[in-house]
């Protein structure tokens, strides 16, 4: 990891700061970037507001990442105070639709917004949403467990057992991440070989679905949650595996676990995660996480910060490796133009040479 951007994480532990990147000294490249992520506790939206600011500044603009807290409101005063200083672009990773009335103040104030990793739904006043392929980063987490447990030779009178959880009722991608899981595993929960223990959304669509969701990503809600399922719907019942959507979660979900006899002696279910994290990516090595989704930060705030340049200088954007699409992301108020990354299978087999040897992490990270 570069120098620059480690330091700057470690300043981002300091929740709800601002920090400013570019000097006087710089010429600014044409306008102040405003860059709003939604909060600190989980890891990866540190090393994303890190690497954005470093790759801004690096282009000569003067620019200033803020830390949300999850609070919607708090945001929405940064990204006031953003524009009051005269920001010319946003990129807003938001806490939720509540940041809609903020969108709407950039647009009157001719700021351009860009939406970071997730969806800003209910809005009209923006027109460029960049993340990964969301939806195969479900996918990636269904296929995990179809091959773990052999669900292809699994059957009704022999069947797998799993319990589902998702993200924030709040963030859109829960719905894409599910949808991409469960559309993997829906056919073995339909003939049966596939016991849905708990809640039974089959698609994000469902009522049910919010039973399984959890407020804001936290872990402790998470926990809570599992642990009432191990001594309820799941108490006569040894669970092969937990659909868990990222890291923070799944570790919490395995800490649950872990107090249950059931599970003692190292035999926990397949948990699978998202976001790389470093205490994850420890627990894949030592055989207690299954898997996770890699979503190199690194590489979705280059090309963000490629993104604003074209657009801040009227260029037609062109993204290497990014995918446009002009047709699937609808805000409900209008379809905007999505650049899609690829994100990474990370499992036992290739942990080290994706998060060490590309430099992500140093060995002695992995503790």
Not at 56 to 61: E, N, Q, S, V
Not at 75 to 96: C, E, H, R
Not at 150 to 174: C, E, H, Q, W
Not at 280 to 306: P, W
């Amino acid at each position: 990891m570069k120098k620059s951007i480690a330091t700057v994480i470690a300043l981002a532990l300091v929740a709800g700061s601002v920090f400013a990147g570019g000097g006087a000294e710089k010429k600014e490249a044409g306008g102040m970037i405003g860059l709003a992520m939604p909060e600190t506790h989980v890891e990866r939206w540190q090393k994303d507001g890190a690497a954005l600011l470093a790759d801004a500044t690096a282009k000569g603009y003067k620019a200033e990442v803020a830390y949300g807290d999850a609070d919607q409101s708090k945001q929405n005063q940064q990204i006031q105070d953003f524009l009051t200083k005269g920001a010319k672009l946003l990129v807003i990773g938001s806490v939720n639709e509540g940041v809609v009335s903020a969108v709407a103040d950039a647009a009157t104030d001719g700021a351009i917004v860009i939406a970071y990793d997730r969806l800003i739904t209910g809005s009209k006043d923006y027109d460029y949403y960049i993340t990964f392929d969301n939806y195969k980063v479900g996918q990636f987490q269904g296929k995990a467990i179809e091959s773990a447990l052999n669900l292809a030779a699994a059957t009704k009178d022999k069947p797998k057992y799993i319990t589902l959880f998702a993200g924030s009722p709040t963030d859109n991608n829960a719905k894409v991440f599910f949808d991409g899981a469960i559309d993997v595993l829906r056919p073995y929960a339909e003939k049966g070989s596939l016991v849905i223990v708990g809640p039974a959304p089959l698609k994000s669509s469902d009522a049910s679905f919010t039973k399984i969701t959890t407020e804001n990503w936290r872990a402790d809600i998470a926990k809570a949650r599992m642990e009432n399922l191990l001594n309820n719907d799941a108490k006569n019942v040894v669970l092969d595996a937990v659909l868990a959507p990222n890291d923070t979660l799944a570790r919490a979900i395995i800490e649950a676990c872990a107090t249950d006899g059931k599970y003692s002696g190292g035999k926990l279910p397949v948990v699978t995660g998202q976001d790389g994290e470093v205490a994850s990516i420890a627990a894949i090595r030592d055989g207690k996480q299954n898997m996770t989704v890699f979503k190199d930060t690194r590489k979705l705030a280059a090309a963000t910060i490629e993104l604003a340049d074209a657009l801040l200088k009227g260029a037609d954007p062109k993204i290497a490796g990014a995918r446009l699409d002009t047709t699937s992301y609808d805000t409900g108020k209008k379809v905007v133009k999505a650049y899609l990354l690829e994100p990474v299978i990370v499992n036992k087999d290739n942990w080290k040479a994706v998060m060490v040897d590309s430099g992500y992490y140093k060995a002695e990270d992995i503790k």
